[in-house]
């Protein structure tokens, strides 16, 4: 079954830090660009970042630049999220999507929440 499935998601304190995982099953990562998205309740989904499958370039919306981190190890057919400082303005559910030429997968999501 081709699939993308995130995991790592949970309660944070304010200030605290994830650690994000989107696994592909069923076909490999390796050239798929990845990215991250968000949708907080009653808001739009929204890019978070995003890597590319060629060399590695990284794109990051502001308002998680400098606190989030994309990365990838296609030995393991995974992309992570290295979330941190995280804030209650970052809760929301995050999802994966990868993208090779005409093809794109979506993961089903993992809650995310920063409160105290």
């Known amino acids: 079954q081709v699939q993308l499935v995130e995991s790592g998601g949970g309660l944070v304190q304010p200030g605290g830090s994830l650690r994000l995982s989107c696994a592909a099953s069923g076909f490999t990562l390796d050239y798929y660009a990845i990215g991250w998205f968000r949708q907080a309740p009653g808001k739009e989904r929204e890019g978070v970042s995003c890597i590319s499958s060629s060399d590695g370039s990284t794109y990051y919306a502001d308002s998680v630049k400098g606190r989030f981190t994309i990365s990838r190890d296609n030995a393991k057919n995974t992309v992570y999220l290295q979330m941190n400082s995280l804030k209650p303005e970052d809760t929301a559910v995050y999802y994966c999507?990868?993208?090779?030429?005409?093809?794109?997968?979506w993961g089903q999501g993992t809650q995310v929440t920063v409160s105290s």
């Open positions: 999507k990868g993208v090779y030429r005409n093809r794109d997968y």
